[in-house]
C-alpha cells in the first residue's frame, strides 16, 4: 500500500492533506479495504464546525456504518459533492478523487499531533 | 429453478384467470354512478393474469424459502430467537381475547385488563422494578420512552442541563440512536481488553450534563458487568440515571434484577425473552419499567386495580403522554403473559441456566477453531472472531454465507464493531444438545475448508436458490419495483 507521504494520518484512518491555508481530508485506503464496498457517504455542510475526534459524518458500506472522525477542529469550507452519487469512488481512490471535506483549521498546530506516513503504516501493520 | 424464481407478474398470461364468476342477475351499475369520474382508472390495472393454481405453486414456493425457529437452527447474537411454544398462539386466538374491540367498554374487557395488569405485575417481578407499562410496541420504542421518562425527570426537577446519554462501544446501534431521537447527544464509553466498560472513563464522562447511561447486562459480548453496582454509584452521584436495555435478559431471569443492580428504567423485548413471534411477522412488544421516582412520568392511560374492577387511568399530570394507540400490542401481550404462566419462576430461572450453559458449551468446542477475544465464562451468547481465517483468505461474511450450505440462518456478524471480523452466537435455551453438536461440526468443518480449500467458502453458498447477491449495487443502485418489459412471445 503506497501512502502519499506529504500526508498527514489520524487513528482513526483519515488522511489530512495541507494546502497552505485549508486542509483536505479523506479516508485511508486501508479504512475502505476494511470497510469493503461503499454505499454512501454523509458529510457536513458547508459552514459547519467540526471538532477534533468528534463525529463530522459517516460511511456506509455493505457491511457497517462507521463515523467519521474530524482529525482537527475547523470549519468545513467545500465538501465533495460527488461521493453523493458515486461512493464507489471511496473505494477506487481514497486518497485523491475521494476527498471528503475542505477545512480552515482553528488551529494549525492541531496537525502536529497527527502522524506521518511512517507512523501510520506501521500502526496499520500491527492490526 | 429459473421459473422457480419468476415473479407472479412475470408468468401472467393475456386473457388467463383464476376464477369464473356467474352472471349477474341483477343489472349492473355503471361505475360513473357511483364514482365520481375522476377517481376512474383510465386503463386498466396490470395486475397478473395467472390460474389458480399457477398463484398457489407460486407462493407456496416462496413461502417454502422462508427460514424460521420452525424450521431450523437460527443463532443470531443479541436477537434471541428461541422457539415460541404453540399454546401461546391457543391462548392468543380464545374468542374473548381475539374478538375483543378497543374501543369497548371497559366494563365488558374486564379479563384483559386483568391479563394486562397481572402481566405487568410479573413483568415487575422479573425486573425488580416499581411499575411497568405495556405500551411500547418494541425495543427500539421501549428505549425511546424510557429516555423520555428520564428526560421529564430531569426537567421537573429544573435540571436543564442534562444532555448527554453515555452509551458503551460495545452498545446495540439502537441506544445511541434513540439518544438522538429523544434529544439528546450519545457519547461513547470505552470498553477494557475484557471486553467490559472502563469504568476510569466512565468517571471522566460522568458529570453536570450526563442524562444517563444506557447498558445492556450482560453486554452484547456475552458477558457480565461485574462492576455494575459501582458503574451505578457513578452514575448516581453525577446525578444521572441508568437505563437497562433488557435485550439480553434472557441471560438473568430469576438470578438477578435490574432493579438489584441500580438500574431505573428498564426495557424488555417480549419478542426476544419471552417467546412471542420476532421478526418478519411480529409485532414486537417492548414495555418498560421503572423505578418509583420516574412513576410519575410514565405514558397516559396506566391500568389501575379498583375496587370495582380494573379501568384506564388517564389522569397522571406530568405523564409524557399516550406512546402507542389504545395500550400496546395486546394479543402479543396475551402470548408473553401464557409463557410466564406456563413457565412459572422456577422455569424461567430454568430458561436462563440452559441459554447459558448452551452458549458456554458452544463456546469451548469452537475455541480450539477460531479466535477467541474474550475468553472468560459467557452468558448466553459469545462472540469469534475470524481474524484467524481472514489471513487465509476467508472473511467472516464468507463464513456466514457458507453457512447456508448448511441449512442454518448465520449468526449475527461484523458486530459488536469493537470486534474484528465478529461473529455473535446465541443458542438460546430451547435447542437440543443434538443441534448444538451439529452447528459446531459445520463451523469446524468450514475453519478446516478455509485452511484446505477456501474457495469453497468464498463462492459459498451452494446449494440455496440464489448465490452470492450483489448487495453492492443493490444498495447503490437499487431496483425498488418490477416494470414490464417488452412482451415476450410464448
Known amino acids: ?127 | 429453478m429459473t421459473k422457480d424464481q419468476a415473479l407472479i407478474f412475470e408468468l401472467s398470461r393475456e386473457g388467463r384467470t383464476g376464477h369464473s364468476l356467474p352472471d349477474m342477475d341483477v343489472e349492473a351499475p355503471a361505475v360513473e354512478d357511483l364514482l365520481p369520474g375522476k377517481f376512474k382508472r383510465k386503463e386498466p390495472a396490470e395486475l397478473p393474469q395467472v390460474s389458480e393454481l399457477q398463484l398457489v405453486r407460486h407462493y407456496t414456493a416462496l413461502s417454502r424459502r422462508n427460514h424460521g425457529v420452525d424450521s431450523g437452527f437460527y443463532p443470531l447474537g443479541s436477537c434471541t430467537m428461541k422457539y415460541n411454544p404453540k399454546v401461546n398462539e391457543d391462548a392468543a386466538r380464545l374468542p374473548g381475547f381475539a374478538h375483543l374491540h378497543p374501543y369497548q367498554p371497559e366494563e365488558q374487557i374486564q379479563g384483559a385488563l386483568e391479563l394486562m395488569y397481572s402481566l405487568q405485575q410479573s413483568l415487575e417481578a422479573v425486573t425488580g422494578m416499581d411499575q411497568v407499562t405495556l405500551q411500547p410496541a418494541a425495543g427500539a420504542h421501549g428505549e425511546w420512552t424510557g429516555l423520555m421518562l428520564i428526560r421529564a425527570y430531569h426537567e421537573a426537577n429544573g435540571d436543564h442541563g442534562r444532555t448527554k446519554v453515555i452509551v458503551p462501544d460495545s452498545a446495540h446501534g439502537t441506544n445511541p440512536a434513540s439518544a438522538v431521537v429523544a434529544g439528546f447527544e450519545a457519547v461513547t464509553v470505552r470498553s477494557t481488553e475484557e471486553g467490559l466498560v472502563d469504568l476510569e472513563h466512565l468517571r471522566e464522562l460522568a458529570g453536570s450534563d450526563t442524562a444517563a447511561l444506557m447498558l445492556t447486562n450482560p453486554n452484547t459480548l456475552g458477558l457480565f458487568e461485574r462492576q455494575i453496582v459501582e458503574m451505578a454509584d457513578i452514575i448516581h452521584e453525577a446525578g444521572g440515571k441508568l437505563y437497562y436495555d433488557g435485550a439480553n435478559s434472557n441471560a438473568i431471569l430469576g438470578m438477578t434484577r435490574p432493579g438489584d443492580m441500580g438500574f431505573d428504567v428498564v426495557h424488555l423485548n417480549l419478542h426476544k425473552t419471552f417467546t412471542t413471534p420476532h421478526g418478519g411477522g411480529g409485532p414486537g412488544s417492548g414495555p418498560v419499567g421503572v423505578k418509583q421516582d420516574l412513576v410519575p412520568y410514565l405514558p397516559a392511560p396506566v391500568i389501575r386495580k379498583a375496587q370495582h374492577g380494573y379501568t384506564f387511568h388517564y389522569d397522571i399530570p406530568e405523564t409524557i403522554g399516550r406512546v402507542k394507540p389504545f395500550y400496546g400490542n395486546f394479543g402479543i401481550n396475551v402470548r408473553a403473559y401464557t409463557y410466564i404462566r406456563t413457565m412459572g419462576p422456577e422455569g424461567l430461572r430454568q430458561v436462563s441456566r440452559q441459554a447459558v450453559l448452551n452458549a458456554n458449551y458452544m463456546l469451548r468446542r469452537l475455541e480450539p477453531h477460531f479466535d477467541t477475544p474474550y475468553t472468560q465464562h459467557c452468558k448466553h451468547e459469545f462472540v469469534l472472531s475470524g481474524k484467524r481465517q481472514k489471513k487465509l483468505g476467508v472473511r467472516t461474511l464468507d463464513i456466514a454465507k457458507r453457512l447456508l450450505d448448511f441449512g442454518y440462518h448465520p449468526p449475527t456478524i461484523y458486530f459488536p464493531v469493537n470486534v474484528e471480523e465478529c461473529l455473535m452466537i446465541e443458542p438460546t435455551e430451547t435447542e437440543s444438545k443434538e443441534t448444538l453438536d451439529e452447528f459446531c461440526d459445520a463451523m469446524i468443518q468450514i475453519a478446516q475448508e478455509a485452511e484446505s480449500n477456501p474457495e469453497i467458502v468464498q463462492d459459498a453458498p451452494h446449494t440455496t436458490v440464489v448465490g452470492r447477491m450483489d448487495e453492492t449495487t443493490a444498495a447503490r443502485k437499487p431496483v425498488l419495483r418490477w416494470e414490464k418489459r417488452e412482451t415476450v412471445s410464448t
Open chain 1, 1 to 127: 500500500m503506497s501512502l502519499p507521504a506529504d500526508y498527514k494520518y489520524s487513528k482513526e484512518h483519515e488522511w489530512v492533506k495541507d494546502e497552505g491555508g485549508n486542509v483536505r481530508i479523506g479516508i485511508t485506503e486501508f479504512a475502505q479495504s476494511e470497510l469493503g464496498d461503499i454505499v454512501f457517504v454523509e458529510l457536513p455542510e458547508v459552514g459547519d464546525e467540526i471538532t477534533a475526534d468528534e463525529p463530522f459524518g459517516s460511511v456506509e458500506s455493505v457491511k457497517t456504518v462507521s463515523e467519521l472522525y474530524a482529525p482537527l477542529s475547523g470549519k468545513v469550507v467545500e465538501i465533495n459533492e460527488e461521493l453523493e452519487d458515486a461512493p464507489e469512488l471511496v473505494n477506487e481512490s481514497p486518497f485523491e478523487k475521494a476527498w471528503m471535506i475542505i477545512v480552515e483549521p482553528k488551529d494549525k498546530s492541531d496537525m502536529d499531533s497527527l502522524m506521518d506516513a511512517d507512523a501510520y503504516k506501521q500502526m496499520t501493520d500491527q492490526e
